[in-house]
T-cell receptor, first 115, second 111 residues
């Protein structure tokens, strides 16, 4: 158990809908990262927040957005869902940002199925 | 754009044998990470390699990093069934915290 928690574990929804995935980082970690894992794209970085501020953006679609709250938990919002958004979404956390050591600890993931 | 390649993609090994997984990356980086993923599960951190020549060992797994060759290896010694999993290497470009993952190597240990 990495100490990173994600809810829900599974989510089944229909095309066109909107969902919110939630992540709580390890105690003391200030950075939160979101990744998407799918069969065709592999593991892809989506977005990173550090202490409430967006720090880096990857291949995140405009239909997707995220934020990190003052208590450091983060939410990933996915809207106008398409079949291709079906994937495993991971949240990871690390202590710092910009340091020489950036081991990221991954949560259990949320499996999203879009029907 | 940073590209990370792993090979092989699939590996079936007999118990007791040795093998190596290779991870090549395309741009300068001195920070490389190895993760393990069991089917349907999360990623477990195995090794963090932070400098050229770094070598780390845990049980039957040993990882090394050659930043000049832009190559990391994960060596498996005397494989056992419990090591069956998918192994990923990941690189970050120092100061850019996002991890770029390799394609993964699905390792199956056959009794």
């Amino acid at each position: 158990d990495s100490g990173v928690t994600q809810t829900p574990k599974h989510l089944i929804t229909a095309t066109g809908q909107r969902v919110t995935l939630r992540c709580s980082p390890r105690s003391g970690d200030l950075s939160v990262y979101w990744y998407q894992q799918s069969l065709d794209q592999g593991l892809q970085f989506l977005i990173q927040y550090y202490n409430g501020e967006e720090r880096a953006k990857g291949n995140i679609l405009e239909r997707f957005s995220a934020q990190q709250f003052p208590d450091l938990h983060s939410e990933l919002n996915l809207s106008s869902l398409e079949l291709g958004d079906s994937a495993l979404y991971f949240c990871a956390s690390s202590v710092d940002w910009g340091s020489s050591y950036n081991e990221q600890f991954f949560g259990p993931g949320t499996r999203l199925t879009v029907l | 754009e940073l590209k990370v390649e792993q090979n092989p993609l699939f590996l079936s090994m007999q118990e007791g044998k040795n093998y190596t997984i290779y991870c090549n990356y395309s741009t300068t980086s001195d920070r490389l990470y190895w993760y393990r993923q069991d089917p349907g599960k999360s990623l477990e951190s195995l090794f963090v390699l932070l400098s050229n020549g770094a070598v780390k060992q845990e049980g039957r797994l040993m990882a090394s990093l050659d930043t000049k060759a832009r190559l990391s290896t994960l060596h498996i010694t005397a494989a056992v069934h419990d090591l069956s999993a998918t192994y990923f290497c990941a690189v970050d470009q120092g100061g850019n915290e996002k991890l770029t993952f390799g394609t993964g190597t699905r390792l199956t240990i056959i009794p």
